[in-house]
């Protein structure tokens, strides 16, 4: 009888990925598995049938040149903190066994090789190879990034899409995102990622045993997304010059940043700013199985000498200046990670901040975190990592100093501008979740009266500036919408027993989220009278012609100053905001029964608020929706005006989707978006 040797190994991709829950990895030629729980090999013997009395079997599992070598046995048991390779007796088909293979729970994340062997009772050896990627299992209790409930894992690992909060508090801008992480070649380039790091080229022993710790994997993909010490995925810019990339806010998915740094050798990506690089990490954590959220900081300080104070400086007139180092953004946009820390001892379990954007060093490298957000709301600055940076992103003091020639003419301080609202995408809704009691003790408005003006309070609507005088209250009438004039109230109060004569300067500036406002856009100087103890309203606009060029992405600093042309006391009150885009509208024909592998139809629809004609393209794209995006021409269409654009899409993956649309226009510097989120049924 013809010798016992191995055929062929099946890897029951079909099968294991569905066990393993990494199904919608199809597009991956390796098979994907998690680590914590067993996996099937299926062996198709030739010659006489397997004999467990004289043959056996064993396999040897390599990452790098880190190797474990382990006799396949047919006990079941097994260790949380082994590997072990095992075949069910009771089930043993002798021309075609199966061996489980057993991964403990801490085994490094990467793409690993297999050396499969058979002895027979002859002596001879006989062996085949294979290959698999192992990720991280938060189904698994004993894995440092379990989480304990479905949705959560459904939203934080398994959805390859999100929303991105912008804007400012009073007036959230949703922008859509697609991650990406199931779409070709993509959870290769995530592990490339690994493999080109520096920690990776320094010691490459060490830093596939390290791979095991969610800790050490978070560090070196928050300094790897961006490109300052090392060939990162992303290249930073905060001009106003794109010229030799691409606008950050014009990338609407991972998948073409990640796509274009492959395959140009790994060299970085032009351009992000801080909701690309957050974005990117997003989609590799959630590759490697780390649950992974974005979350958006609004009023996100940047103290650059750790004083916990921001200083603003403006004119007599409301200008708003440029005379500080440190700065509040607008928002600024991180994300977190789910995992155990057990280098810091209890009570620091859950999400950690994960910051990619490159802005300090911590430890000499371009990156930030994991920091746990319990130890940012304790301040706990002792532990690791980057705590310290975070708070103070989440609570600096503002400082608010009106200066003329180099005098200050008044000074005020707002302890709850700062980290005022933060936020994520709730678990299974378009809707931001209010994380901000997770990072801060909220406090009750407060008041500190210095020098010759007085604390500033500020709420999503108004800013204050009381004094001891006058006092001055700005107010938006509603949440200012493009094509429609930005109203708002300003109330100018005597708080005396004489009467007042009163200058008011009003000036509104643009500004981008993270730099301080440049060009006055519009502007209006008045003089009121005040009779004893008199409030006086004023009420004013900005029309839409006026501020046109400020749609999008930018925002306005709007301010207000009250002189008492007798004591020449100062006070002020300030908001800034950004208007609201129009949307775009989604309709999925039978969107209550749409089925994989099976056409589709939808309809974009745009109307025009603008008081001028509008032309620009129109791209629709949607992970497991639309292989590739579709884009259209949109000819100039009138002021009111509607447009439909009718497309045809066949879903390839199953489970909730986002289908999105974006229309690039080409007279002013915005894009107009929309979303819509679908559910696609297995066929």
């Known amino acids: 009888m013809e010798d016992l040797r191995i055929q062929n190994v099946d890897l029951e991709k079909f099968e294991n990925q569905r066990e393993h829950r990494t199904e919608d990895f199809?597009?991956?030629?390796?098979?994907?598995?998690?680590?914590?729980?067993?996996?099937?090999?299926?062996?198709?013997?030739?010659?006489?049938?397997?004999?467990?009395?004289?043959?056996?079997l064993t396999i040897k599992i390599m990452l790098g040149r880190l190797y474990v070598m382990m006799p396949v046995t047919f006990s079941t048991k097994v260790s949380t903190s082994h590997w072990k390779a095992y075949m069910d007796p009771r089930g043993l088909n002798p021309q075609r066994p199966s061996i489980f293979i057993?991964?403990?729970?801490?085994?490094s994340v990467g793409g690993y090789k297999f050396e499969l062997c058979l002895y027979t009772q002859n002596g001879q050896r006989k062996c085949t190879y294979g290959k698999f990627i192992l990720l991280c299992n938060p189904w698994c209790r004993e894995d440092a990034v379990y989480i304990p409930f479905e949705d959560q894992r459904e939203e934080y690992i398994q959805s390859d899409s999100g929303l991105l909060f912008m804007g400012t508090p009073m007036n959230l801008a949703a922008r859509p995102w697609s991650f990406d992480q199931y779409e070709p070649g993509i959870l290769e380039t995530c592990l490339s990622l690994l493999q080109i790091s520096p920690q990776h080229q320094k010691n490459r022993r060490l830093d596939y045993q390290n791979r095991g710790n969610p800790i050490y994997i978070g560090r070196v993909v928050s300094a790897m997304i961006n490109s300052e010490d090392d060939r990162g995925v992303v290249k930073g810019n905060w001009s106003s010059n794109f010229s030799q990339g691409v606008n950050p806010s014009l990338w609407t998915g991972s998948r073409d940043i990640l796509r274009q740094w492959a395959q140009s050798g790994y060299s970085p990506v032009k351009y992000g700013q801080c909701w690309v690089f957050a974005a990117v990490m997003c989609t590799v954590m959630r590759a490697f199985g780390i649950p992974c959220r974005v979350v958006t900081n609004f009023n996100s300080a940047h103290d650059t000498n750790g004083n916990l104070v921001i200083e603003e400086y403006y004119t007599e007139t409301g200008r708003k200046l440029n005379h500080s180092r440190d700065s509040i953004w607008n928002f600024h946009i991180w994300v977190e990670c789910w995992m155990t820390r057990r280098d810091l001892g209890y009570g620091m379990d859950g999400w950690q901040v994960l910051d990619p954007t490159p802005q300090e060093r911590s430890k000499g490298v371009f990156c930030c975190g994991p920091a746990p957000v319990k130890a940012v709301k304790d301040r706990r600055i002792d532990l690791f990592y980057d705590i310290p940076f975070v708070y103070a992103e989440v609570n600096a003091d503002v400082h608010t100093i009106i200066v003329s020639?180099?005098?200050?003419l008044g000074y005020s301080n707002d302890t709850e501008r700062v980290g005022s609202f933060i936020c994520t995408k709730a678990v299974?809704?378009?809707r931001p979740q209010n994380i901000t009691r997770d990072y801060k003790y909220i406090k009750s408005p407060t008041s500190t009266l210095r020098s010759r003006s007085s604390t500033l309070s500020e709420d999503s609507t108004s800013t204050r500036g009381p004094s001891k005088g006058v006092a001055v209250l700005l107010v938006l009438d509603k949440a200012p919408v493009a094509g429609e004039p930005i109203r708002f109230t300003v109330k100018a109060i005597n708080k005396q027993s004489i009467a007042k004569m009163v200058k008011v300067h009003l000036n509104a500036q643009a500004k981008e989220f993270n730099h301080s406002p440049s060009d006055t856009i519009w502007e209006n100087h008045s003089v009121i009278q005040l009779a004893p103890m008199e409030a006086k309203v004023i009420q004013q606009q900005i029309l839409p012609a006026q501020y046109e060029d400020v749609i999008g992405d930018n925002l306005i600093n709007l301010a207000v100053v009250l002189e008492d042309m007798n004591s020449q006391e100062r006070v002020l009150a300030s908001e800034e905001f950004n208007i609201a885009s129009p949307q775009l509208t989604i309709e999925v024909a039978n969107e209550d029964s749409i089925v994989a592998n099976k056409e589709q139809t939808a309809t974009v629809i745009f109307t025009n608020p603008f008081s001028y004609p509008v032309s620009g393209v129109l791209t629709v794209s949607g992970a497991g929706l639309i292989q590739d995006r579709v884009r259209f021409r949109m000819s100039p269409l009138r002021p009111g005006g509607r447009a439909e654009q009718h497309i045809t899409f066949i879903p390839t993956m199953a489970g909730t989707k986002m289908l999105q649309a974006d229309l690039s226009l080409k007279k002013i510097n915005s894009t107009i978006r929309g979303f819509k989120m679908v559910f696609v049924s297995r066929a």
């Open 405 to 408: 020639d180099g005098r200050v």
């Open 428 to 430: 299974g809704s378009p």
């Open 102 to 107: 057993f991964s403990p729970a801490t085994s």
């Open 26 to 56: 199809t597009s991956s030629k390796a098979l994907v598995v998690r680590r914590g729980a067993p996996f099937r090999l299926s062996l198709q013997l030739g010659g006489r049938p397997f004999n467990p009395n004289t043959d056996s």
